[in-house]
């Protein structure tokens, strides 16, 4: 029975990373060459760096300088990318995709798992997998070539442990491996492996590991210098992420909560900037849509959602089971929030970090909703703001498209 179990898990996850990746496949198909050209596409995608960063996935000799925020990003994709170009041979982006789709499968996988381990049967398993993958933070930045779904699987590896360590014991070895993995790809995602540690450890043993994790990101950072070029030590630190904090173009408090808790899930009316001198696309925005202006469908998923993530945050605090690991999901979210509270111009640019991070909140909802209730209500929320996600893709593209 137990074997026949798993059999059922595996086939359910294996057929939510195929419709992911047909889903994800159609909408990347779509977006224009121009998106990709060094200087054109610089910001247009909601302030992403697309073409220097399928620049650094493919290409050694390229600018490799952001990794002073990006640990050890480059030593670990660009061969990645480069192994997959020589067994299935293709275009620049058609490298870097099948890489980021080789993600989106370990991260469906991951948060199916993670799921299960929280307790949720397989049709709620399925249906908040669903809702993930019909997110905005999901179909936006699972489809373009960006550090964002990478570094939201090293989130979502650190939730693992925790929920893992929720049921058993767990080993150093592993609290130190998924801190390195929270930091290898995005400096402020280490927060994470520190509030595993924190929890999971007494405060000497926890700086301890921690030290040891860092000392590996750090070291590795030596041969990630030597062969890409301008690769930076990330901690020498950053004057430059000073010019990000506290832009009055980022709006209120306000505009950056919504864009955290809101915009990850469903996408609100888009804007397009107007393009520079040197950039020939404009540039998307939602920093300062309003949450309503998405439509009715659009509406009807974020209060779904909304609701699922209030149902969840009740349940997690009833679950006394689940109390570390709570600590560490609300230590990670808690860090995440203030950051981008006063860092960054779009907010939604983070989306796919904060994924993980409140799909796992939302999954709670199974412990004090009724029946089937909170499954369900996210598999309407799915199939609404899949819709809605979509059509929002489409229109961003058009966008991009009519530049002149």
Not at 54 to 61: F, K, P, S, T
Not at 77 to 101: C, E, K, N, S, Y
Not at 282 to 303: D, F, H, K, R
Not at 354 to 368: D, G, H, N, Q, T
Request: with cysteine.
């Amino acid at each position: 029975m137990k074997n026949r179990g798993i059999a059922w898990d595996v086939l359910l996850a294996a057929l939510l990373c195929v419709l992911a990746l047909a889903v994800l496949a159609t909408l990347t198909r779509q977006l224009p060459a121009a998106l990709f050209a060094r200087e054109q596409g610089l910001d247009a995608w909601f302030q992403a760096d697309m073409p220097r960063v399928l620049a650094n996935m493919v290409d050694a000799g390229s600018n490799h300088y952001r990794t002073k925020v990006h640990p050890i990003a480059s030593i670990l994709i660009h061969p990645v990318v480069g192994g997959l170009r020589l067994l299935w041979p293709g275009t620049d982006l058609q490298a870097g995709m099948r890489f980021i789709g080789i993600v989106a499968v370990l991260w469906i996988c991951g948060f199916y798992a993670l799921a299960r381990l929280l307790g949720c049967g397989r049709f709620a398993t399925a249906c908040f997998s669903l809702m993930a993958i019909g997110s905005a933070g999901f179909l936006f930045w699972f489809s373009v070539p960006e550090t964002y779904a990478p570094g939201s699987l090293t989130l979502l590896a650190v939730l693992l442990a925790a929920a893992l360590a929720a049921r058993r014991p767990v080993s150093d070895r592993l609290i130190v491996d998924v801190s390195i993995a929270s930091l290898a790809i995005t400096v402020t995602n280490w927060v994470a492996g520190l509030a595993l540690a924190l929890v999971e450890r007494p405060w000497r043993r926890a700086l301890g590991l921690s030290a040891v994790a860092f000392a590996v990101v750090a070291v590795l950072t030596v041969p990630q210098r030597l062969f890409y070029s301008y690769a930076k030590f990330f901690f020498l630190g950053s004057r430059e992420e000073l010019d990000y904090m506290n832009l009055q173009a980022s709006g209120t408090w306000l505009h950056r909560l919504a864009g955290m808790f809101w915009s990850t899930f469903s996408l609100p009316e888009l804007q397009a900037l107007p393009a520079d001198e040197v950039q020939r696309l404009p540039q998307l925005s939602v920093q300062l849509s309003s949450p309503a202006s998405g439509g009715w469908i659009g509406m009807a998923a974020l209060g779904l959602w909304t609701l699922l993530l209030l149902a969840g945050a009740w349940g997690l605090a009833r679950s006394p089971a689940w109390r570390r690991f709570g600590a560490v999901l609300g230590l990670t979210l808690g860090a995440q929030v203030l950051l981008h509270l006063v860092y960054g111009e779009e907010t939604f640019l983070y989306a796919a970090h904060f994924l993980p991070l409140l799909m796992a909140v939302a999954l709670f909802s199974v412990r004090v909703l009724p029946g089937g209730l909170a499954a369900s209500m996210a598999l309407l929320a799915a199939g609404l703001a899949a819709f809605h996600n979509t059509a929002t893709y489409e229109a961003a593209v058009r966008l991009l498209q009519q530049a002149p």
